[in-house]
């Protein structure tokens, strides 16, 4: 089995559901509002943690009553991380849920966005063989310790996620992560924004010409599209689901694509895998699968 190191964020979702979103100077009654335990990087990483496969979150968490929380959480589900609790105040996103499932996000940042080097001088990174990153860290001002920390350690294959904002990473900070040639995770959206190509393939085909690895684009309830690294690609189908919300649909789709590809199991199958999780996770309130959810996906020993 490969081992998976995931950096990144840990944050409380504050999860506010409503008809729709408010206009300018309107007064809204929410539905309901309850806590959840979210950030990207958390997200992928507990379903390598369900899935019983070999990895290190390495997430930074900060004080205050969000920090607390997913410390408290943290611990309760057995994850360790070699990053030192901060000092400053850990952020949340509120999570904006209207009635069809689609999901605004209002992220107020602290240190679980940020990533200095030396917090991972206790690991042996020989030991590891790819990396998960997000956009909302590379973007982050620290994101610079990030992208210098992946060009020293180029023996680990990168699994980026530019996110929504992917276009909005500063400094040629994007050009330096698309030029370790990352094994790019987006939906059609950021692939048509990061490519400049509306059509599928063409967008498809113009990240991999920069990135010269494989390029996999989620297709919400119709599945997958993949590029694999020789130019190659496919359709992968999706499953139907019943949309509660959609908040940590794409976390758990390269979640589960990580923890498959670390059991050395094909990309293909790897992506519909990845598809039955990311639909499950949509027919649940808030981004995370319990353990008996999750595991009644799947027969024993294919996770």
């Known amino acids: 089995m490969k081992s ?33 335990m979210g950030g990207c990087a958390y997200n992928v990483a507990n379903i390598l943690r369900q899935a019983g496969a070999s990895f290190t979150f390495a997430t930074p968490v900060g004080s205050g009553i969000y920090g607390d929380y997913v410390a408290s959480h943290l611990k309760a589900s057995g994850f360790f991380t070699p990053v030192p609790r901060q000092e400053e105040e850990n952020g949340c996103c509120y999570c904006l849920v209207e009635e069809s499932g689609e999901r605004t996000f209002l992220s107020c940042h602290g240190p679980e966005y940020s990533f200095q080097k030396e917090w991972l001088d206790s690991l042996d990174l020989a030991g590891y063989s790819m990396v998960y990153i997000c956009g909302l860290e590379v973007e982050a001002p620290t994101g610079k310790n990030l992208v210098n920390f992946l060009e020293e350690n180029r023996h680990m294959e990168i699994y980026f996620a530019p996110g929504p904002r992917g276009i909005h990473i500063p400094d040629g900070r994007l050009d330096q992560m698309l030029a370790l040639h990352p094994v790019l995770h987006i939906n ?27 390029v996999i684009i989620t297709l919400g309830p119709n599945g997958a599209f993949f590029m694999e690294k020789d130019g190659t690609s496919s359709m992968v189908p999706g499953v139907p689901a019943q949309v509660v919300d959609t908040i940590g649909a794409g976390d758990s789709h390269i979640g589960q694509v990580l923890a498959s590809l670390s059991r050395q199991i094909p990309l293909k199958e790897a992506i519909r895998m990845a598809n039955a999780v990311a639909s499950k996770v949509v027919s649940v309130k808030g981004a995370s699968l319990t353990d008996e959810e999750y595991h009644s996906l799947f027969s024993p020993g294919i996770q």
């Open 188 to 214: 059609r959206q950021e692939a048509a924004e990061l490519s400049g190509h509306q059509d599928l393939l063409e967008a498809a085909a113009a990240l991999h010409a920069v990135t010269k690895n494989t």
């Open 4 to 36: 998976v190191l995931v950096i990144g964020s840990t944050c409380v979702d504050v999860i506010i559901n409503l008809e729709r979103l408010p206009k300018t100077g309107e007064d809204l009654h929410p539905k309901s509002q309850s806590l959840a």
